[in-house]
């Protein structure tokens, strides 16, 4: 987190604007002095970098894992816009839980705890022992399989539901096929992608 001072708001976020290259509207910050005497004027506001929402999603995530009684090593990195937490416990299986269920209610709460700590939706993936990493694998094996089926038979499929990245790994698996348009449906945790056929103009 750092500090900028003006003698008003707007000319505090200008000062962060110029010094991190970014918009005004990709400026994540809030107002923490403001004074409007009839003589003096000033503003401070605090800017949080992507370094500062990875600490408190790392920090709020090794609590949870902690408060089960589990010992809990962790990596992050910021990778194309999201946030990727891999981490190791003491007891994996308990946190994947069963076809990964655990894990994602995790990410859920560790979003959300990140989205009412900064007033800000961040993309935030966790990953633990690499199960996600296989997981999307299969995920895109399984896709391209029935993608290939899809243009044999021009019948569409419909997959189960998936999480929102899960989802995102099998359209972009599919990007490149002929005939082969994939589109989401439903809510929540009910959306699932159907691999339509379609005829090329």
């Known amino acids: 987190m750092k500090k900028f001072s003006g003698k008003t708001v707007e000319e505090a976020i200008e000062l962060a604007v110029r010094e991190y290259g970014i918009s005004a509207e990709e400026l994540n910050y809030e107002v923490t002095e403001e004074k409007k005497g009839l003589f003096s004027k000033s503003a401070t506001i605090a800017v949080y970098l992507p370094s500062d929402v990875i600490e408190y999603a790392e920090k709020y995530l090794r609590t949870l894992i902690e408060d089960v009684?589990?010992?809990f090593e962790s990596n992050s990195v910021l990778e194309d816009g999201i946030i990727k937490i891999s981490?190791?416990?003491s007891h994996n299986a308990v946190i994947i839980g069963?076809?990964?269920?655990?894990?994602?209610?995790y990410n859920e709460v560790v979003r959300s705890a990140v989205h009412y700590h900064f007033k800000k939706y961040y993309r935030i993936l966790l990953d633990i022992n690499s199960y996600k990493d296989e997981k999307y694998a299969k995920l895109e094996r399984m896709a391209k399989r029935i993608a290939k089926e899809v243009q044999r038979t021009h019948v569409n499929a419909v997959l189960d539901p998936m999480s929102s990245d899960e989802r995102r790994v099998v359209h972009n698996a599919l990007g490149g096929f002929n005939n082969i348009r994939s589109e989401s449906s439903g809510t929540?945790?009910?959306?699932?992608?159907?691999?339509?056929?379609?005829?090329?103009?």
Not at 98 to 103: A, E, I, W
Not at 189 to 194: A, L, S, V
């Open 87 to 89: 981490f190791n416990t």
């Open 69 to 71: 009684g589990l010992s």
């Open 188 to 201: 929540g945790h009910r959306r699932q992608i159907t691999i339509c056929y379609v005829e090329e103009k």
């Open 98 to 105: 069963k076809n990964g269920r655990t894990l994602q209610a």
